[in-house]
C-alpha cells in the first residue's frame, strides 16, 4: 500500500499534464479576449528560419500562454494569492479601498519636459491664444482611497514644472488650466470623477474638466440641469483588464444628453482615409451591449 502511495504525486501531476495538454489541443482558440481588451497571441510562422533564430520558440511560449486553458481564472488566483500575502500592485495595478483599481504611478518627467517644450514652442508659431489642460492622475485625486503602502504620486512636481516651462518666456499667448484644487475639493465631496475600475474621468468628472475650461476661456458652461442623465452597469474598464483583480464590482457609466439637442441639430462627422460617415449622436450606444462599453 506504501508504495503505491508513493507514486501517487508522479501519477496525479501526469494527469494533470495530460488533461492540461488536450483541452489546449482541443478547445477553440479566441482572437481577442474581452476581459483584458487586447488581440491574443497567434500561432507562430513556423519555417526553418524562425526555428533556428528562436523567433518561432518565443512566439509558441506567448501563444501558449495567451491560450492556456482557463487562463483568466490562473490569473486571477495568482493576483489575489499576491494580494493576500502583501503584494499589492498586481501588473502595477493597486486594489485600493471601495473597490477602486487605481494604477500606480509611473516615472513621466522626462516626457512631460519634451511635450511641455513642444507646447510652449507651438504657441509661440501660431497667432490663436493656446490653451493647456492637463488631467491629474486617479491615485493623486483619490489618495484616501489608496492601500497604505505605495509609490508615491508626483503629480505636484510634474505639474510644477510644466508651469515653469510654459511661462519660462512669459508667453501671453499661453494659458494654463490647473485642475487639481478643483479636482481635490469636488472628491473631498464624495463625487466620483474617476472610474473605479479604469483611469479616465466619468461623465462627472469630464463636466467638472470642462466647467473649469470654461471659467478660463471666459465662456459659460452649460448648467447640469440641461442634461438627461441615463446610467448604464456592467462597464468594466482597462485598469480592471489588467490587473487580474476579476472579483471587483462594475461601474456605471452615464451618458449626458443636453435636453435642448436633437438629431436634427448633432451632426458628427467621422473621417477613415477616403471615406467619411456622419452620425447625429456624441455616443455609440450599441457599444453599451458590448463587453467593451
Request: hydrophobic letters at 30%; a negative charge.
Amino acid at each position: 500500500m506504501n508504495k503505491k502511495l508513493k507514486y501517487m504525486p508522479t501519477a496525479i501531476f501526469l494527469c494533470v499534464v495530460f488533461v492540461l495538454t488536450t483541452l489546449f489541443v482541443a478547445l477553440p482558440k479566441s482572437e481577442f479576449s474581452s476581459s483584458e481588451k487586447r488581440i491574443l497571441e497567434k500561432f507562430p510562422e513556423t519555417n526553418l528560419e524562425t526555428i533556428t533564430n528562436g523567433k518561432f520558440e518565443k512566439g509558441f511560449e506567448n501563444y501558449l500562454a495567451d491560450h492556456f486553458p482557463f487562463r483568466n481564472m490562473w490569473v486571477g488566483i495568482n493576483t489575489y494569492y499576491n494580494y493576500i500575502i502583501g503584494n499589492n500592485g498586481n501588473k502595477g495595478v493597486y486594489k485600493c479601498g471601495d473597490d477602486y483599481l487605481i494604477n500606480a504611478p509611473v516615472s513621466s518627467e522626462n516626457r512631460i519636459v519634451a511635450n511641455s517644450q513642444a507646447i510652449a514652442d507651438f504657441s509661440k508659431n501660431v497667432d490663436v491664444p493656446v490653451t493647456v489642460m492637463v488631467a491629474p492622475s486617479t491615485g493623486y485625486i483619490m489618495n484616501d482611497k489608496l492601500p497604505a503602502l505605495h509609490n508615491e504620486y508626483i503629480d505636484d512636481t510634474m505639474f510644477e514644472n510644466l508651469i515653469s516651462t510654459l511661462d519660462a518666456d512669459n508667453n501671453d499667448n499661453l494659458n494654463f488650466v490647473d485642475l487639481r484644487d478643483s479636482f481635490k475639493q469636488e472628491a473631498e465631496k464624495g463625487t466620483q470623477l474617476y472610474y473605479r475600475t479604469d483611469h479616465h474621468w466619468t461623465t462627472e468628472g469630464a463636466y467638472l474638466g470642462y466647467s473649469q475650461l470654461c471659467k478660463s476661456l471666459k465662456i459659460k458652461p452649460t448648467e447640469k440641469s440641461d442634461f438627461k442623465v441615463d446610467t448604464y452597469g456592467g462597464f468594466y474598464g482597462t485598469t480592471y483588464s489588467t490587473s487580474g483583480f476579476w472579483l471587483t464590482k462594475p461601474d456605471d457609466i452615464q451618458v449626458w444628453n443636453n435636453k435642448n439637442h436633437t438629431d436634427k441639430n448633432i451632426t458628427v462627422t467621422i473621417t477613415e482615409g477616403d471615406e467619411q460617415e456622419k452620425y447625429h449622436n456624441m455616443y455609440f450606444l450599441d457599444h453599451l451591449e458590448k463587453d467593451d462599453k
